[in-house]
């Protein structure tokens, strides 16, 4: 019987089938550019020839994937198929799906709770009919004014006996590297608003060599997280991996992802990333990111992940035990 899976980094985003979505944007009769199915699915695979960076990655995201999602019927339907086929696909049987509720309302046309309700219902349904584990994440955004991350903040906090496990930091780089005094005093609020309430903590950073090594420190002294979106950038200062491990600080990887953003260059590069970490005993799990988008699933990022090197058979298990340790699910 193949092994379990579990998967603490996935983007709901990311991760529904393009035969899903365009089923979606037909039954909400969502004007596509598209007459043919299959020209919609090139444009919303991240393909090599395409995606050239995080952000080219990203601007999928914006442009198809969030408006079709962006009801109650779809982003319950969107989560409740993922988890599903995590399962089927990869016997992913303990998940954390994170996004952005905001981006799911068009600008506030769709009333957010009917967004976070159908979301949760999607997720009950799929956990009852197949017997996994799974639980939410709400991603604020680095773009967003503070005003809306605090209701995101708040809204996870109202949902966190529903299901709600966790908050997350999202959106490109530029604004991480900056990291304004104000800015961080900000999200140090929120951050451990959301501790305090028994939220889990991870945020995006450390990913491209935009961040690099201090973008990651900085988080961490500040926002103090539980985990870390990527981190990789770690890798270039001994003091900043001193932090993570004197911290606990779990890094969650998504090879492929990094890969096809070119936030990672090459497998070498990919392997030397995590010999690094594992030697200075960094704790770090393998996850997907975004596995329609990338073209991937757990399974198939465990096998690369091996197949190239990055980690030995029993450090994918030290890793799948990193996670089962690291997740916000109860
Ligand atoms: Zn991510």
Same mark, same amino acid.
């Given at each position: 019987?193949?092994?379990?899976?579990?998967?603490?980094?996935?983007?709901?985003?990311?991760?529904?089938?393009?035969?899903?979505?365009?089923?979606?944007?037909?039954?909400?009769?969502?004007?596509?550019?598209?007459?043919?199915?299959?020209?919609?699915?090139?444009?919303?695979?991240?393909?090599?020839?395409?995606?050239?960076?995080?952000?080219?990655?990203?601007?999928?995201?914006?442009?198809?994937?969030?408006?079709?999602?962006?009801?109650?019927?779809?982003?319950?339907?969107?989560?409740?198929?993922?988890?599903?086929?995590?399962?089927?696909?990869?016997?992913?049987?303990?998940?954390?799906?994170r996004f952005n509720?905001?981006?799911?309302?068009?600008?506030?046309?769709?009333?957010?709770?009917?967004?976070?309700?159908?979301?949760?219902?999607?997720?009950?349904?799929?956990?009852?009919?197949?017997?996994?584990?799974?639980?939410?994440?709400f991603c604020l955004?680095?773009?967003?004014?503070?005003?809306?991350?605090?209701?995101?903040?708040?809204?996870?906090?109202?949902?966190?006996?529903?299901?709600?496990?966790?908050?997350d930091?999202a959106?490109?780089?530029?604004?991480?590297?900056?990291?304004?005094?104000?800015?961080?005093?900000?999200?140090?609020?929120?951050?451990?608003?959301?501790?305090?309430?028994?939220?889990?903590? #991870?945020?995006?950073?450390?990913?491209?060599?935009?961040?690099? &090594?201090?973008? @990651? =420190?900085? +988080? /961490? $002294?500040?926002?103090?997280?539980?985990?870390?979106?990527?981190?990789?950038?770690?890798?270039?200062?001994?003091?900043?991996?001193?932090?993570?491990?004197?911290?606990?600080?779990?890094?969650?990887?998504?090879?492929?992802?990094?890969?096809?953003?070119?936030?990672?260059?090459?497998?070498?590069?990919?392997?030397?990333?995590?010999?690094?970490?594992?030697?200075?005993?960094?704790?770090?799990?393998?996850? #997907?990111?975004?596995?329609?988008?990338?073209?991937?699933?757990? &399974?198939?990022? @465990? =096998?690369? +992940? /091996? $197949?190239?090197?990055?980690?030995?058979?029993?450090?994918?298990?030290?890793?799948?035990?990193?996670?089962?340790?690291?997740?916000?699910?109860?």
């Open positions: 019987m193949p092994r379990e899976l579990i998967d603490l980094h996935i983007h709901v985003g990311g991760a529904v089938a393009p035969h899903i979505l365009w089923s979606l944007a037909h039954q909400q009769g969502y004007k596509l550019p598209f007459k043919d199915y299959w020209e919609f699915c090139e444009a919303i695979v991240a393909r090599p020839e395409k995606v050239h960076t995080l952000e080219d990655y990203l601007a999928i995201f914006h442009q198809w994937t969030e408006k079709i999602q962006s009801s109650p019927a779809a982003i319950e339907r969107s989560i409740y198929e993922i988890i599903g086929k995590e399962y089927r696909g990869s016997r992913v049987t303990q998940i954390e799906l509720p905001m981006k799911r309302n068009l600008g506030g046309e769709r009333d957010l709770d009917h967004i976070i309700h159908a979301s949760l219902r999607g997720m009950d349904r799929a956990c009852l009919e197949y017997g996994v584990k799974a639980g939410l994440l955004d680095r773009e967003f004014p503070p005003h809306l991350n605090e209701i995101l903040v708040e809204k996870a906090i109202k949902y966190r006996s529903r299901g709600v496990v966790g908050i930091l959106g490109t780089e530029q604004s991480a590297v900056e990291l304004r005094p104000a800015e961080v005093e900000h999200y140090r609020d929120m951050y451990a608003r959301a501790r305090e309430a028994g939220l889990g903590t #991870t945020v995006h950073t450390g990913e491209t060599h935009g961040t690099g &090594a201090d973008g @990651v =420190a900085a +988080v /961490v $002294e500040q926002l103090r997280p539980d985990r870390i979106g990527h981190g990789i950038r770690a890798v270039t200062d001994e003091r900043v991996m001193a932090l993570l491990r004197e911290r606990g600080t779990v890094l969650e990887l998504c090879p492929t992802s990094n890969l096809v953003t070119r936030a990672v260059e090459s497998w070498d590069e990919m392997r030397h990333i995590a010999r690094v970490l594992l030697d200075r005993k960094v704790r770090l799990t393998i996850n #997907t990111d975004g596995p329609y988008l990338l073209d991937t699933d757990m &399974a198939r990022e @465990v =096998a690369l +992940v /091996v $197949e190239h090197g990055v980690l030995g058979e029993a450090e994918v298990e030290q890793a799948l035990a990193v996670a089962r340790e690291a997740t916000f699910l109860d």
